[in-house]
């Protein structure tokens, strides 16, 4: 065995894209996410430096302009990315799962329309489910779309937790509608809202207030997101058909905790990479503390986690891709990698005793930003609700 998270199997095309990007973040992100991050202070050069290279545009169809590449692709990219400074992940993630919903669900109108200004990053996505009183419970969603006499919307209501909120110029936004079906999540419509970047009101019947202050995943903007009789035209509906919303996000949350699982795996990486850096230079009784029975069984622990974690996100991946069933295996991936990342960039934590507590070391930095990976894209319990039902279906008691 080599260092860890190795990938088998892949072309020399992402062998050369993956080398591509590391290099940049080893370059333009690493030397810069401290100082960023400390300041709250968004990434433009890193941001412009991935439109360069066509990250935004990864996944988008050639016959778009993007680069055709694969979910593994992307979520080998985003691991690479997320060592550097997770925050510039996120704002990749959200992006993507609003092409990957147009490129699955949209009409060819849309696609048209957006695909290609998104393969760019000339337009940038977000995406919004949650709002103030729900997360997890979809079901409860309370932003309202009427429909008016001439088939045009008016959105009324609050979303919350929006990735890219203040700069993003496209979000997919799920709301409520009375498409007259039986069940709540055949009453739920999904609606291309344009808007301008910035905060404040952002378009007609919309406003922004500004960042919300947060413990981590500093530097990008998570905002709210507000609509006061929003009007919209019947063409902004996700696939031209509304009531089809939740199960268009539901895909694309698929996907996004893949994502979250490779950002999971970057934050380990780096943990680890951080941990047995500093156990090698720090010395105590005459020796460095890797050579302490304790700490050398920490690093080991950490490195199994790591090399699970990572391969739990390729098989995730390597499933959708192949256009399998993979919610089960995301959400174990997701469950999986986030808990063992937090697990790894604690004991990194750990290794660096007293040092790890001061901002100087990028330890610090990655303790703050790890939590989210628990709640992000739907938390560890909600993962476990989805695999522990699926478990009952397959492996149901006969008689």
């Not at 809202?193 to 202050?213: H, L, N, R, S, W």
């Not at 622990?301 to 390729?314: D, G, L, R």
Request: aromatic share 8%; proline share 3%.
């Amino acid at each position: 065995m080599g260092r860890l998270a190795e990938t088998e199997g892949l072309t020399d095309i992402q062998e050369e894209i993956l080398k591509t990007v590391r290099q940049f973040v080893e370059e333009k992100i690493i030397p810069a996410a401290q100082e960023l991050e400390h300041a709250d202070e968004y990434p433009t050069e890193i941001v412009e430096g991935l439109k360069e290279l066509g990250i935004f545009g990864l996944m988008i169809p050639e016959e778009y302009g993007g680069l055709g590449e694969s979910l593994l692709t992307y979520a080998l990219c985003v691991e690479e990315i997320a060592r550097g400074w997770m925050s510039v992940s996120g704002v990749i993630n959200t992006h993507f799962i609003v092409a990957y919903m147009l490129m699955r669900h949209g009409t060819p109108e849309q696609k048209e329309k957006y695909l290609p200004r998104m393969a760019t990053g000339e337009v940038r996505g977000a995406f919004s489910m949650s709002e103030p009183a729900l997360g997890s419970d979809v079901s409860a969603v309370s932003t309202k779309a009427t429909k008016q006499a001439d088939g045009s919307y008016s959105i009324t209501g609050q979303k919350m937790w929006l990735t890219n909120g203040g700069s993003s110029t496209l979000v997919a936004v799920l709301t409520k509608t009375d498409e007259g079906a039986d069940s709540v999540y055949r009453n739920m419509t999904t609606f291309l809202v344009e808007k301008t970047p910035g905060f404040g009101e952002v378009a007609q019947g919309i406003t922004v207030p500004g960042k919300i202050d947060k413990m981590g995943y500093k530097g990008i903007d998570t905002t709210e997101m507000i609509f006061e009789g929003h009007q919209i035209g019947a063409g902004q509906v996700l696939g031209g058909e509304p009531g089809r919303g939740f199960y268009q996000m539901m895909d694309g949350v698929e996907v996004g905790r893949v994502n979250v699982a490779a950002r999971a795996c970057g934050l380990a990486i780096r943990g680890f990479e951080l941990g047995i850096g500093y156990a090698q230079q720090r010395q105590t009784f005459g020796k460095p503390i890797a050579q302490h029975q304790a700490i050398l069984f920490r690093i080991a622990e950490m490195a199994t986690k790591v090399e699970t974690a990572h391969s739990m996100m390729v098989r995730a991946a390597r499933l959708k891709d192949a256009g399998k069933r993979s919610d089960v295996d995301a959400g174990m991936a997701k469950m999986l990698a986030s808990e063992y990342a937090n697990e790894v960039v604690e004991d990194s934590f750990r290794i660096h005793g007293g040092y790890g507590y001061s901002k100087e070391y990028e330890i610090e930095r990655l303790m703050r930003e790890v939590k989210f990976m628990l709640i992000g894209e739907g938390t560890s319990d909600i993962q476990k609700m989805i695999i522990g039902r699926q478990m009952l279906k397959e492996y149901a008691a006969k008689g």
